[in-house]
């Protein structure tokens, strides 16, 4: 069977990959010149490839999710993953920061791009079903203890060190 291609790099496999997905049987199926598929080429074509070509391969941790696999794994439930408008991406030889801040200063059609816990880059377009505009809303996303139970995420506004996100969530906690 032959690849799908999205870009020059990039290929629709690459985005359906799930070890979940493949052990709990769900359907990974993307219909070709469906709304899922123009997302996702849109995602390759606006963001991803200007990125590969400026600093090399480019590493999809999780694409497309199905809802079904996004609610077993724990996705938010809104989750821009469900529709293909979202990736999550890790740069060999690049820290994530350095990634999310080459493609705020390069790239204009990004929708949401978060610096997630110094360990990879989410980034997301807009859907190419809905005529909406790109948001190019930057966050970076830390997990915060609780006195009890499991660390709680946190969002702070822009791009920054994971040591100045908690910094700026201590100050601003302060000041609540
Ligand atoms: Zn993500």
Request: glycine share 8%.
């Amino acid at each position: 069977m032959s690849r799908i291609q999205l870009s020059a790099n990039f290929y629709l496999d690459e985005f359906t990959r799930s070890q979940t997905a493949a052990r709990r049987g769900i359907d990974m199926t993307v219909s070709e010149f469906g709304v899922v598929y123009f997302t996702l080429r849109r995602l390759c074509r606006g963001v991803l490839q200007p990125l590969r070509d400026a600093l090399g391969p480019v590493h999809i941790t999780s694409g497309y999710r199905p809802p079904k696999l996004n609610r077993m794994i724990g996705g938010a439930p809104t989750s821009q993953h469900q529709y293909g408008q979202a990736a999550d991406i890790v740069v060999t030889g690049h820290t994530p920061l350095e990634v999310a801040t080459w493609l705020r200063e390069h790239v204009t059609g990004y929708d949401q791009l978060i610096h997630e816990f110094g360990q990879w880059v989410h980034v997301s377009v807009p859907s190419a079903a809905l005529h909406e505009p790109a948001r190019l809303e930057r966050l970076t996303a830390i997990k915060v203890p609780r006195l009890i139970g499991k660390p709680r995420t946190v969002y702070v506004p822009g791009l920054r060190t994971l040591e100045q996100a908690r910094q700026l969530h201590l100050n601003h906690k302060e000041a609540a």
